[in-house]
């Protein structure tokens, strides 16, 4: 092995990459990501911000147990425990990086409440501007490392294996026109690619997040865990922009309420909290409206009304865009996929199943979500796993990076993704229609078979990634005989106690399954 091949690869710039990537200095490390760095990853859309328990009165046990109650019954206590005790150390090392999180006149982190959260609980940025101010100082201070080379604008497509052990990449330079994959080889790889919302039509998530990670990791062998839970956001502002920007949640707590094109305030029959319900019983009421025909509108004209510019200003922002006042007319919103909760199985270091492979953030299930996350409990995993990587990889020989390995650094020159091509526009419709708010046995059966069928058709290892994890969300799914969490069947409305337990599964136990869940 020359000096070019035993780097770390990671795979993401997203805020676990880079983090992970900043933890190993001085270390070689490349970092391989799908848009030039700094975009196409959800961290930099972040509105809220990070949970830590550092507020006056909040405790490490408030966090968990808020934690284990939106899991709903599957949250491994143990990870969620751990990810709770060191998020005040990552939040000190993100400030170590020149995130400037609010302070109060003290100078102590100033911290707000969210939903489902017992105490106040969020650190923020400036209002809503939490993700972009962490990426940001991230992407300078990665700038300024020596020991990291980024190539922006590749794309991972598969992980080469040699005797059972994960050793490289195979990347696709998307701007050169060529479908022509080159190898990278590493001493380790690190998976950290984000999610799969843009399996979904609606969705708040960058067109990069289309589970090609997880794809590639199962394919290539990996455990993988709770594959059937996604999350949906209920109130994504519905004016056809892919992604759909969001319309936060914190408008509903000014007291926004959720109209019908008929004028009813259908929320009011389906849950004594009515719009302040919980995230998926608000995501099925929008949903059941749409579906009918009858819309789904937030109107805020009198809960927020003239402060709207000032008090809601991205918001306000997206709305002016698409031709809508929120002063005076409701916003038109859907659900729209927003967080997955399963990915690949990682123990509490980021250790996948196969050896040489680690992963961190959003591509992995570490159990601490369960089958729903709490929100801004995401950002925290993200550094607290992705610095546990760091830490169990300084157990491992490493090269220390010579010192030209960041003018190694190159970018493909590729500002936008493809647009979507008719094979993934026909997934994405289908994953929508029979793998999302509402699912059913019959249709999930249908999102299946037309899933098998795209892949008999595809042929680009950048498409059969994406239909591995849609096959995989589907199985799981369809196995799952109840409703928990992200997972709502409306054939099994109810939790069933025999059920209350994680779904481990590698890609070859989960294609061997297909033909009796077709058949029951
Ligand atoms: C609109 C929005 C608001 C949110 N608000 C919050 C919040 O307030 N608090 C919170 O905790 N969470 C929030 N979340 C969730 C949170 O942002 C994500 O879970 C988290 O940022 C994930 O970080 P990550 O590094 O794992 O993934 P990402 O930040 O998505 O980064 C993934 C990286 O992988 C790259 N990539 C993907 N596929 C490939 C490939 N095949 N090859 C190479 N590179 C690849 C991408 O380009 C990107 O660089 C929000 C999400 C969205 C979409």
């Not at 805020?15 to 001085?26: D, E, R």
């Not at 408008?251 to 309420?257: D, K, P, Q, S």
Request: hydrophobic fraction near 40%; charged fraction near 25%; glycine fraction near 10%.
């Amino acid at each position: 092995m020359d000096r070019q091949d035993d780097s770390v690869l990671i795979i993401g710039g997203g805020l676990a990459g880079l983090f992970c990537a900043l933890k190993l200095a001085p270390k070689a490390v490349t970092v391989i990501t799908a848009a030039p760095i700094g975009r196409g990853a959800s961290s930099a859309w972040a509105q809220a911000g990070i949970a830590a328990a550092v507020g006056p009165g909040d405790t490490v046990d408030k966090h968990v147990a808020d934690t284990l109650i939106a899991g709903d019954g599957i949250v491994d206590e143990a990870v969620a425990r751990l990810m709770a005790t060191q998020a005040s150390d990552r939040i000190h090392d993100l400030l170590d990086y020149g995130v400037p999180f609010d302070r109060d006149l003290e100078g102590h982190l100033q911290v707000s409440r969210e939903a489902a959260h017992s105490e106040s609980r969020i650190v923020r940025v400036r209002g809503d501007m939490a993700g972009r101010a962490i990426m940001q100082a991230l992407v300078e201070t990665v700038k300024n490392t020596p020991s990291i080379r980024v190539m922006g604008g590749y794309i991972a497509e598969g992980l080469i294996v040699e005797d059972g052990r994960v050793c490289g990449v195979e990347v696709l330079d998307e701007s050169s026109g060529e479908d022509r994959l080159i190898p990278i080889r590493g001493s380790h790889v690190v998976i950290a690619a984000g999610g799969i919302g843009h399996l979904y039509e609606v969705t708040t998530n960058p067109a990069e997040a289309r589970g090609g990670g997880v794809g590639m990791a199962a394919r290539a062998g990996a455990r993988m865990a709770d594959l059937e839970f996604v999350q949906f956001h209920p109130t994504a502002i519905n004016v056809g922009k892919d992604p759909a920007p969001l319309a936060t949640e914190a408008l509903r707590g000014h007291g926004a309420t959720l109209l019908n094109k008929d004028g009813e305030r259908f929320m009011v029959p389906l849950h004594p909290d009515a719009e302040l319900a919980p995230r998926d019983v608000v995501a099925r009421g929008i949903f059941r409206e749409v579906q009918a025909g009858r819309g789904a509108f937030l109107d805020c004209t009198e809960a927020v009304g003239k402060t709207f510019a000032e008090e809601f200003p991205t918001v306000y922002g997206y709305c002016m865009e698409a031709g809508i006042d929120p002063v005076t007319q409701p916003i038109p919103v859907v659900p729209a996929a927003h967080y997955f909760m399963g990915g690949i199985w990682t123990d509490m270091d980021g250790r996948t199943s196969l050896p040489g492979l680690w992963a961190c953030g959003e591509v992995t299930s570490t159990g601490a979500h369960g089958a729903n996350r709490l929100a801004s409990n995401s950002l925290l995993e993200a550094v607290v796993f992705s610095s546990r990587v760091a830490a169990a990889l300084g157990g491992e020989t490493l090269t220390d990076a010579p010192a030209d390995w960041s003018k190694g650094s190159k970018d493909s020159g590729r500002i936008e993704p493809r647009p979507d091509s008719e094979p993934m526009k026909l997934l994405r419709k289908t994953m929508s229609a029979h793998l999302g708010v509402l699912r059913d046995g019959e249709g999930m059966k249908k999102a299946l078979r037309t899933i098998m069928e795209l892949e008999r058709d595809a042929n680009t290892e950048r498409f059969h990634n994406v239909l591995a994890t849609a096959k995989l969300v589907a199985v799981c799914a369809l196995n799952r005989t109840e409703s928990r969490g992200g997972h709502f069947r409306t054939d099994y409305p109810n939790e069933d106690p025999a059920w209350k337990r994680r779904t481990f599964v590698t890609l070859e136990q989960a294609e061997a399954t297909i033909p009796s869940l077709l058949e029951s």
